[in-house]
């Protein structure tokens, strides 16, 4: 049984009110989220020992949330990661978005779904969000209507359940960008993590992280985490890739079809653990190379130090609407999306 509380977390530039709800299972476990970018500002878990920890990084203060560009803990949408040029074709049009990253779209565009205030509501044990993205925002075709609804029961399982409608044939692809550190926000790098990612293939990225559209096999390359590996055995190889992504930052195929599980996280020190499944096609594994201890500092007045949290995004294939080989994250005009990404936490 989950309770779920709302209180007041701070004031946005604007004077407008955010909102903090508070999800706490029966065991005292419990996630917290803002209404300003839907965003998870923590999820307290217990560690091999009982003791509860934060793994989520986060800010103290709406202003945090407002100033930050690293997407800590936000949705993102309407479509996230890359679209190479800022542009796609649908049917016969051809759209131009905003361009927020070099010539490229980044994560929704310079005013994404992260720096959005969404309408927040308490439905029993679940937490709803909803956000309308006017037609044309950010360069998008089309009325968006989205719900994300968030629950987290007794088995200390955050699930995140994405819908979306559009008036108008669209791109959609929402996800997550939590970054997570097992043995505690702020306690040092996830370099130390172990990670096993159920992909044979992953989407090979150029060096602007954009795919190529060409899927290679993970085996024989550092990014083969078919078994577990520890996250910096291998990061600072001069495999391209890495270079490339100055880091992990990649999207994995994982196997299978449907709902399925993705990855696994460990934490050796604190023994706590993370499954993440999806329904989706993708999942970017970010190692969180562009964090870089600079203002706004994280919960605590802690710095957000490079590499301190990983975020694993589901998602559909990013730069798809350009590879006949990807599947596209389209949505047609009265369809509609839904997804559901669950990330469940235990100990070792
Ligand atoms: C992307 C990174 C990007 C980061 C922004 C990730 O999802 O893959 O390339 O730097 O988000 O925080």
């Not at 300003?36 to 500002?41: D, E, L, N, S, T």
């Not at 009325?143 to 994405?162: A, C, G, P, Q």
């Not at 949290?309 to 599947?327: H, I, K, S, V, W």
């Amino acid at each position: 049984m989950t309770n779920i509380t709302k209180r007041k977390f701070g004031k946005l530039s604007t004077g407008e009110e955010v909102y903090l709800f508070e999800m706490k299972n029966s065991s005292g476990a419990y996630v917290e989220i803002i209404n300003f970018g839907g965003a998870i500002r923590s999820i307290v878990v217990p560690d091999k020992n009982g003791v509860l920890g934060d793994v989520a990084l986060g800010y103290d203060t709406a202003e945090g949330y407002e100033k930050q560009d690293k997407y800590i803990g936000a949705l993102i949408g309407r479509h996230g990661n890359r679209i190479e040029d800022a542009r796609f074709r649908l049917g016969h049009r051809k759209y131009s978005l905003a361009k927020n990253d070099g010539r490229n779209s980044l994560h929704g565009g310079i005013k994404g779904f992260d720096k959005k205030l969404w309408d927040a509501a308490i439905d029993g044990e679940t937490l709803v969000l909803k956000y309308t993205s006017p037609d044309g925002e950010e360069g998008f075709p089309g009325k968006l209507d989205v719900t994300v609804k968030y629950t987290f029961d007794d088995e200390n399982s955050l699930k995140i359940d994405y819908s979306a409608e559009s008036d108008a044939d669209t791109v959609c692809n929402l996800t997550n960008h939590c970054y997570f550190n097992l043995d505690g926000e702020g306690s040092g790098l996830i370099l130390g993590h172990s990670l096993r990612i159920y992909a044979s293939h992953f989407t090979v990225g150029n060096s602007e992280c954009l795919p190529t559209g060409y899927v290679a096999k993970v085996e024989g390359t550092p990014l083969d985490f078919t078994d577990f590996h520890v996250v910096g055995e291998r990061i600072d190889e001069k495999h391209e890739q890495l270079l490339f992504g100055h880091g992990y930052d990649h999207n994995f195929c994982p196997d299978g079809e449907g709902f399925r599980r993705m990855a696994t996280l460990v934490a050796e020190k604190s023994g706590r653990t993370m499954d993440v499944y999806s329904d989706l096609p993708g999942i970017q594994f970010y190692s969180g190379n562009a964090l870089n201890g600079l203002p706004p500092l994280g919960k605590g007045g802690k710095v957000i130090e490079r590499r301190s949290g990983l975020c694993l995004e589901t998602q559909f294939y990013p730069n798809a609407m350009r590879f006949d080989n990807f599947e596209k994250p389209v949505l047609k005009k009265g369809e509609r999306w839904h997804h559901v990404t669950v990330y469940s936490f235990g100990v070792k």
